[in-house]
């Protein structure tokens, strides 16, 4: 992965080991259609991993909330096409959004089969982090199949510990942000 020129706050033009260029930018309003379209190119699997449950399509409602994050309390860079946005096909999405109440705020992320494998996970994970110690958060967590070992290895190669919550089938995952 190469990261390229000088660029807005949260956008980064990369070069991925089989040369395709892709942008990391914070998400859009404008992503909403497009993100529904990469949404039906998804493996079950992966979207049962990022979301837990299966779902059969991403909803305009959905579509339309997930795009459209608080920027008080929620963060989401997509994985993009190196173009407008609205036309750029999005191949992946990883948001952090705050607890009320807490100082912890709670990760998911996916990276499409398509562009997987080539460091984009562990790229957009350490983004979340910036972002969380940015806004002095105390924790970063969130749940993992127990079955997602490609996600249970990154995490902890970044340094969250596991712990076991109450759902069966289910890792939560806790990176301690408050420096020491
Ligand atoms: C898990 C996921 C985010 C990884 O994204 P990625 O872009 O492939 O990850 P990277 O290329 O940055 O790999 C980072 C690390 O992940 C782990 N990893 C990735 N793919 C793996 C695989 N097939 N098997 C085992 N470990 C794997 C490794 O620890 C790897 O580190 P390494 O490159 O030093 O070996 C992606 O596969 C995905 O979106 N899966 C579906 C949704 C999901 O599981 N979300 C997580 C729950 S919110």
Request: charged share 25%; hydrophobic share 40%; proline share 7%.
């Amino acid at each position: 992965m190469v990261a390229r020129n000088r660029l807005p706050p949260w956008h980064e033009e990369i070069r991925l080991a089989n040369g395709r260029d892709v942008l990391i930018r914070p998400i859009r309003p404008d992503d909403a259609a497009t993100l529904r379209a990469g949404f039906e190119l998804l493996k079950p699997d992966e979207v049962r991993q990022r979301f837990l449950y299966s779902m059969k399509e991403l909803s305009p409602e959905a579509a339309r909330r997930l795009t459209r994050p608080d920027p008080r309390t929620e963060f989401a860079l997509v994985v993009a096409e190196p173009l407008p946005p609205g036309e750029a096909l999005i191949g992946g999405v990883a948001r952090a959004a705050m607890i009320t109440g807490t100082r912890d705020a709670e990760f998911a992320i996916l990276v499409s089969h398509y562009i997987s494998g080539m460091g984009l996970g562990r790229h957009l994970m350490r983004r979340l982090v910036r972002w969380a110690r940015g806004k002095k958060l105390a924790q970063l967590h969130g749940d993992v199949l127990e079955s997602n070992h490609a996600m249970l290895s990154l995490v902890q190669s970044l340094g969250f510990r596991r712990e076991h919550g109450n759902s069966p089938g289910l890792v939560h995952v806790v990176l301690d942000l408050d420096p020491k």
